[in-house]
């Protein structure tokens, strides 16, 4: 353990070109008592002179290279993996928003720095990532004793109207079809989220309630607030107002799914498609990344940018699979084109069909028990995601049996 992870005052490393601005930031820091300040720097390549003494912000000015911001961001937690990056920026500097908070930029501070705001925002970053760092440890010794914890499978896509919601909550029952384990269904889409439409379910109950519980959170708190389904699979819902939405934090959120992994064999997550602090914790978190896309030509763009900004995000890599819905249909891309678009092959694909689907929405029902392409496409899709984890499970001789079985084949006796 690092000697600064207990202390109160956060240490502050500034990177800015602008001499002004860098010794107004300065004098704010070291006349507010809140922080201890490490250095401050022109270029951010006088940085790495003052990682060494492992500082838990660095203020990094956008203005030295803004095209450069993602890959600074990421050096710096090459060196310091708990030291966090805030940026401050002037009016009128352009740069990549999105991509800098792929790459780890954990707060923003606009010129002429606001000396409450500044200090608000070091802090803000600096708890939150003691909080994580203490719950990280919790959680090691939690599954050193119990043993690995639960797949958590998540959804996504930066595109609405794809089928991601659709597609988690037949997913879901798949795989509890398949594999006959404990299945939790996670509907993180906090605003406007319509798993319970999709499967009929009705509940007061939502995921704002376990706010309250976040530190005792164990199998009984959990089975109080989630609902049950008919096919076996409990269900996390959103609150039922929007009004209780704020009170789900990502901090909170980030604790659920980690309970929830030490209680379910998978945990599948439906959730919102934009990239901010929130979704890139639940992405964090996953075991599997089903990214899905549809073939048309604005929701391939879309995809292959996100795949983009994936790839600066050394955590996510190797999590992300693509899921193609709706193929084939009429004026569909084409499946070469597609993978020459993205890059990557498909994990699986699904087929269009719509009245299939349509009414098994409007019926709130699963459309996986009735005989289709469709339907098969899931299946399949929730046994490939199935095998690794019944290869690992402590009976090699039963798993090996169900593995085969899966599949339609025979064991078969070496000669």
Same mark, same amino acid.
């Given at each position: 353990?690092?000697?600064?992870?207990?202390?109160?005052?956060?240490?502050?490393?500034?990177?800015?070109?602008?001499?002004? #601005?860098?010794?107004?930031?300065?004098?704010?820091?070291?006349?507010?008592?809140?922080?201890?300040?490490?250095?401050?720097?022109?270029?951010?390549?006088?940085?790495?002179?003052?990682? +060494?003494?492992?500082? #838990?912000?660095?203020?990094?000015?956008?203005?030295?290279?803004?095209?450069?911001?993602?890959?600074?961001?990421?050096?710096?937690? @090459?060196?310091?993996?708990?030291?966090?990056?805030?940026?401050?920026?002037?009016?009128?500097?352009? =740069?990549?928003?999105?991509?800098?908070?792929?790459?780890?930029?954990?707060?923003?501070?606009?010129?002429?720095?606001?000396?409450?705001?500044?200090?608000?925002?070091?802090?803000?970053?600096?708890?939150? @990532?003691?909080?994580?760092?203490?719950?990280?440890?919790?959680?090691? &010794?939690?599954?050193?004793?119990?043993?690995?914890?639960?797949?958590?499978?998540?959804? =996504? +896509?930066? &595109?609405?109207?794809?089928?991601?919601?659709?597609?988690?909550?037949?997913?879901?029952?798949?795989?509890?079809?398949?594999?006959?384990?404990?299945?939790?269904?996670?509907?993180?889409?906090?605003?406007?989220?319509?798993?319970?439409?999709?499967?009929?379910?009705?509940?007061?109950?939502?995921?704002?309630?376990?706010?309250?519980?976040?530190? #005792?959170?164990?199998?009984?708190?959990?089975?109080?607030?989630?609902?049950?389904?008919?096919?076996?699979?409990?269900?996390?819902?959103?609150?039922?107002?929007?009004?209780?939405? @704020?009170?789900?934090?990502?901090?909170?959120?980030?604790?659920?799914?980690?309970?929830?992994?030490?209680?379910?064999?998978?945990?599948?997550?439906?959730?919102?498609?934009?990239?901010?602090?929130?979704?890139?914790?639940?992405?964090?978190?996953?075991?599997?990344?089903?990214?899905?896309?549809?073939?048309?030509?604005?929701?391939?763009?879309?995809?292959?940018?996100?795949?983009?900004?994936?790839? #600066?995000?050394?955590?996510?890599?190797?999590?992300?699979?693509?899921?193609?819905?709706?193929?084939?249909? &009429?004026?569909?891309?084409?499946?070469?084109?597609?993978?020459?678009?993205?890059?990557?092959?498909?994990?699986?694909?699904?087929?269009?069909?719509?009245?299939?689907?349509?009414?098994?929405?409007?019926?709130?029902?699963?459309?996986?028990?009735?005989?289709?392409?469709?339907?098969?496409?899931?299946?399949?899709?929730?046994?490939?995601?199935?095998?690794?984890?019944?290869?690992? @499970?402590?009976?090699?001789?039963?798993?090996?049996?169900?593995?085969?079985?899966? =599949?339609?084949?025979?064991?078969?006796?070496?000669?």
């Amino acid at each position: 353990m690092s000697q600064h992870y207990s202390s109160p005052t956060p240490l502050v490393v500034i990177v800015d070109p602008n001499d002004t #601005d860098r010794a107004a930031t300065r004098e704010v820091l070291v006349n507010s008592g809140r922080v201890h300040l490490v250095g401050a720097v022109r270029e951010t390549s006088e940085l790495a002179r003052y990682m +060494s003494a492992e500082p #838990d912000i660095v203020l990094l000015d956008v203005g030295n290279d803004p095209v450069e911001v993602p890959a600074v961001i990421r050096q710096v937690h @090459e060196i310091s993996p708990r030291c966090q990056v805030v940026l401050t920026t002037t009016q009128g500097v352009t =740069f990549d928003l999105p991509r800098a908070m792929l790459a780890g930029a954990r707060g923003m501070v606009n010129k002429p720095i606001s000396p409450g705001e500044l200090l608000g925002v070091i802090h803000d970053v600096y708890e939150a @990532e003691q909080l994580k760092v203490r719950r990280l440890e919790d959680y090691a &010794k939690t599954s050193a004793t119990q043993g690995r914890g639960g797949e958590v499978v998540t959804v =996504f +896509s930066p &595109k609405g109207g794809v089928g991601c919601t659709t597609i988690a909550c037949n997913l879901a029952i798949a795989l509890n079809n398949i594999t006959k384990s404990k299945i939790a269904l996670v509907d993180f889409s906090l605003q406007f989220g319509d798993i319970a439409v999709l499967l009929n379910l009705h509940s007061t109950h939502g995921v704002h309630e376990l706010m309250r519980n976040l530190d #005792d959170l164990d199998s009984n708190i959990l089975d109080d607030v989630m609902v049950k389904h008919t096919s076996g699979i409990r269900v996390l819902l959103p609150p039922p107002s929007l009004d209780l939405v @704020e009170e789900v934090a990502t901090d909170g959120m980030v604790a659920v799914l980690k309970s929830l992994r030490k209680y379910y064999d998978y945990v599948v997550v439906d959730t919102w498609h934009s990239i901010e602090d929130a979704t890139l914790a639940i992405l964090d978190l996953s075991t599997t990344i089903l990214l899905v896309t549809t073939p048309e030509v604005p929701s391939l763009r879309n995809t292959r940018r996100l795949l983009d900004l994936i790839r #600066d995000r050394p955590d996510l890599r190797g999590k992300v699979q693509i899921v193609l819905n709706r193929y084939p249909s &009429k004026s569909a891309v084409g499946m070469k084109e597609i993978e020459s678009s993205l890059g990557v092959k498909p994990i699986g694909s699904i087929p269009s069909d719509g009245n299939l689907i349509t009414t098994a929405i409007n019926e709130g029902v699963s459309f996986i028990a009735r005989p289709s392409a469709a339907s098969s496409a899931v299946v399949q899709l929730a046994t490939t995601l199935a095998q690794p984890r019944l290869a690992r @499970e402590p009976h090699p001789a039963e798993a090996k049996k169900r593995s085969m079985k899966l =599949f339609g084949r025979t064991e078969t006796k070496n000669a």
